[in-house]
């Protein structure tokens, strides 16, 4: 009885968890008139601004084999373009084909339209999940599946479960972070570079000056040589780095000598504090107990608690 009642005491003092905060927000969402206003103006926007990659009439979200719906990179995509992408995906990787000017310009548009479809999700993410109140450094919004998602099917049918924070599952490098010879960035420019200058001396060799059809073959090999080493540079997951990302260039004995130092800052900087912070902002614009703790992922007693203790 007292252990369970000191883990208790122990929970209350850090506060809910993240995770749990944003799959409690998740939930708020799914049922407010209001996102789901916010989800049909990005869909109308996107069919508007890329018909040629429309989105459908919203549907239920799957409840059964989910296995071939076009997420990747912790995002849902318009059907059309995820197929648009993969095929140029396999044109680009076929060794002996080589782009055309119009070829390059049908990437860069692709391209484009995917760094649209990617901004409208973060955007209407960070909307709804502010980092004042979800803080985070990620490179990508925890939320953006989750949001995705509710723009394609009717969000009160998206599973919760699809917003992310803080996963700390292993991720994978083709070579050790810290070696930059081994990354294919790396060994294609070089590969470029040593193409050209290999070009060059010769036509220094040979005593001649560089013509225009000269410097165009030039470009030509330096780009073969770079996409060469792309090609090669297969990921097998057999082989490279698995890592947990925490902190870079961490060692299990740092870990321990700065255990409570880190625990510490990452408590202060996304645990307790920010809640309480948080709370007392949205009671100082007026909000109610449960329209705060909507807003935050927790409930309305954790609200009370924190309002309570602030005047103490």
Not at 198 to 212: D, F, I, N, T
Not at 224 to 249: H, K, L, M, N, Y
Not at 284 to 299: F, P, Y
Request: charged fraction near 30%.
């Amino acid at each position: 009885m007292e252990r369970r009642a000191a883990a208790k005491t122990e929970r209350e003092r850090q506060g809910p968890s993240n995770r749990n905060r944003f799959v409690a927000r998740a939930k708020t969402l799914a049922k407010d008139k209001t996102f789901r206003e916010e989800t049909e103006r990005v869909r109308t926007l996107w069919n508007k601004e890329r018909p040629g990659y429309p989105l459908n009439a919203k549907t239920w979200f799957p409840t059964s084999d989910t296995s071939d719906l076009p997420v990747g990179g912790g995002l849902f995509y318009p059907p059309d373009l995820r197929d648009a992408l993969e095929a140029d995906d396999e044109r680009w990787a076929d060794k002996k084909w080589w782009p055309s000017r119009a070829d390059r310009e049908r990437r860069w548009k692709l391209g484009h339209t995917e760094h649209l479809w990617r901004a409208l999700v973060v955007s209407l993410a960070s909307e709804v999940f502010p980092i004042d109140d979800f803080p985070h450094h990620l490179r990508q919004h925890p939320a953006s599946l989750f949001v995705s998602l509710c723009v394609a099917f009717e969000p009160s049918s998206v599973p919760t479960s699809s917003v992310y924070a803080y996963s700390l599952e292993p991720q994978w490098a083709p070579a050790h972070p810290n070696d930059i010879e081994a990354f294919d960035a790396y060994l294609a420019l070089r590969a470029k570079a040593d193409a050209l200058s290999s070009g060059l001396r010769q036509v220094a060799e040979g005593g001649a000056a560089l013509s225009p059809a000269g410097a165009e073959r030039l470009i030509r090999d330096g780009a073969r040589a770079e996409a060469s080493v792309s090609w090669s540079q297969r990921r097998d997951r057999a082989s490279g780095f698995w890592f947990v990302p925490i902190v870079p260039e961490l060692t299990a004995r740092d870990w321990r000598d700065a255990e409570a130092d880190a625990l510490a800052a990452s408590h202060a900087r996304f645990g307790e504090s920010v809640v309480a912070e948080r709370i007392r902002h949205w009671r100082g614009e007026g909000l109610s107990n449960r329209a705060i703790a909507a807003k935050l992922g927790v409930t309305p007693p954790t609200v009370a608690n924190h309002l309570k203790g602030s005047k103490t």
